[in-house]
């Protein structure tokens, strides 16, 4: 496995690729997991060549203690990578390497997209997020990228960070992977105790009953609904619910048959945030 910590270097082996070979991106900050090796293992089946970067973006923590706090695993990133496949090209730069003499991210406008849910609680989240991904996709230049669907609202603010800036690229999202209880896989669950790691399965328990419920109540009866649930639960905080259309991500002022919804959650649990959507129909 090649491991390239300059983007020198990057561009310098990437020049080696024939010009119909299709080339695959999959951007992480390492600490990779199942829901990861997912998306790496469709790149590899999907492209003649993948690139896989580890960068943990200073940009897009809008809490210095959750950067802090992000786990740094090189070694064992490095090994998952490995089994997948020994021809993944793994990009590791440095904090300067990406971001030079500045560790700023860039003002976008992403039509409204980064405003709600994630947006609204994480100020800056987007345009870092947006800032790193834009750097990634000129740098690296794949035929397709891939994102997972845990993050479903970045998924589509990077569709149309795409669209924007005219980067001529297929974004692709993945379908989220769950542990054995339900449990969306994160690196941030590592950081909960044994018990409430399988407690936190009553996040993805309540979104399914909450699609359930979708079938026959409007979206403000679902979300009071789940508010509910998660107001009767001893160890789990509920920060949102919402309920939105699912690429423009605007709230339903009226169920309609051809619209495609889908609901969205963010939860504390022992102080670690959690994330989680659901397809509603
Ligand atoms: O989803 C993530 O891990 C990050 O937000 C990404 C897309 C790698 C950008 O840093």
Redesign the pocket.
């Known amino acids: 496995m090649l491991l390239i910590k300059t983007r020198e270097h990057l561009i310098e082996r990437l020049a080696t690729l024939e010009k119909n070979e299709c080339l695959g991106l999959v951007?992480?900050?390492g600490a990779l997991h199942i829901g990861?090796a997912a998306l790496v293992n469709r790149a590899v089946e999907e492209n003649n060549a993948v690139v896989v970067?580890i960068?943990?973006?200073p940009t897009?923590f809008n809490n210095s203690d959750d950067l802090d706090k992000y786990p740094l695993t090189l070694k064992a990133d490095l090994e998952v990578l490995e089994k997948i496949s020994k021809d993944i090209i793994v990009f590791t730069p440095s904090i300067e390497e990406m971001y030079h003499d500045e560790i700023k991210s860039t003002n976008y406008d992403f039509g409204g997209l980064e405003h709600v849910m994630e947006g609204a609680f994480r100020t800056g989240h987007f345009d870092?997020?947006g800032t790193?991904?834009e750097s990634?996709l000129t740098l690296v230049k794949p035929d397709k990228a891939y994102?997972?669907e845990k993050?479903f609202q970045?998924l589509q603010i990077?569709k149309k960070l795409t669209e924007i800036r005219n980067i001529p690229v297929t974004i692709i999202g993945c379908p989220i992977v769950r542990e054995a209880n339900g449990l969306a896989y994160s690196s941030r669950n590592e950081r909960l105790s044994k018990n409430i790691r399988n407690e936190a399965s009553f996040i993805y328990k309540t979104l399914k009953s909450a699609k359930n419920l979708f079938g026959t109540e409007s979206a403000m009866i679902v979300k009071d609904w789940v508010t509910n649930q998660f107001e009767q639960h001893p160890e789990l905080k509920l920060e949102y619910v919402e309920i939105t259309q699912a690429n423009t991500l605007k709230p339903v002022v009226k169920k309609q048959k051809n619209k495609k919804y889908r609901a969205f959650i963010a939860v504390y649990a022992e102080g670690v945030r959690l994330i989680d959507n659901i397809a509603l129909n």
């Open positions: 951007p992480t900050m990861h970067s960068f943990v973006n897009q870092g997020v790193i991904v990634l994102f997972g993050d970045q990077i």
